[in-house]
């Protein structure tokens, strides 16, 4: 992408000028960002992966020294002829007046025996103004299956912001040029775990970076890094913590105890809340508080919910109620409250009830007994007086299913006269 406004046009033209990487960053980098192996055999034989010098070694030590190379290296007991690796190297640096973070990719590649090869190449660079203002430079990075690496021929040109850009070092030159903003936000030359890009863009950008970097709290630095935004809701509660000297010792459990104390409507400003002795015991009191509320929110939502159920069961179902007959074997009654639809739906383990068959506006919910025993549920058309469906236990149909269903069509008369007197 051609540089377009004043500012990246400004930085592309900077970038021209960074001197190359020297021979002694390429060195130590090798040093300091590759594994250097010493390969050993089961028959003591070690070979230095730098240079391919092989020798007899007796002794068990994890390190030695390269007889000819001089190379330390982590002696490693394996089979294994060919080890590759690939890492990123940093330079931190200024350019008139801008906070630079160049990034070099690195390859390795050995074969037992051989001279081991090495690669680099500079990949991406990130631009920081004082003010945090930020333009990227970088080569393709074409992303796919049998691509996961960079295009080390394609130019490199001002992109547009992508996470690939925010790249974790294996390690960082430890000579660093700063600008004087950095130099006085308390950067000591350590990124605590942060990506360099995340932690020199959070500190220019927004100053409370700096006051957590002085007050020494690195885990709320870390956990807030890359979205620094987000600090802003907690922002008062933290102050709070560091005027207390109270180190916040895991802040993504600390955030969440923070949201608690919130929905709770404690007050954020109190060290007796904010700054708790026991952060993990409190978070968890809290939580469990949360649930218990939830809970019992569930659960009046439920009864409302039953409440309301039965009141729009009997606006629309009671005047059937009392409605009962039998032929001296089968007695068949009308079912007069919810309850009692959901023993049913219990007792004969089918859906009368989870269905909602009670609030169906057209259906009445019969239940057909013999020796008092739930026989038979019997759904009954309002509109047609007509039996719809008759079912047992688990929907199946009983001995006495033809009898059941005659009968009540015998006395359908009954319905008809609740209905017409209602009406
Ligand atoms: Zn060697």
Redesign the pocket.
Known sequence: MKPKNKFQKQVFELSKKLPSISETQVKWAYMNCIAHIGRRTKKGVIS?M????TWIDTTTGEQCT?P????KLLVTGTRQRVFKQSEYFCIVTACEGFQVLRFFYIQYYAKAGEKAHYFHSEVVQRWIAPNGKYVTLARLRPMGYFADTWSFSSTFEIRSEKPLYNLIPASIYPRQRLIPEIKRSGYKGQCHDITPFDLFYSLLADNKAETLLKAGEINLLRFFAGNFHHINSYWASIKICIRNNYKIKDASIWRDYIDLLRFFGKDLHNAKYVCPDDLTAGHDKYVKKKKERIEQERREQASQKALEDENRFKETKSKYFGIIFSDGLIEVRTLESVDDIMKEGDIMHHCVFASDYHLKSDSLILSACVDGKRMETVELSLSRLKVLQSRGVCNTSTEYHEQIINLVEKNIRLFKRKKRMAA
């Open positions: 230095c730098e240079c391919g010098h390269c000819r190379c001089g190379a």
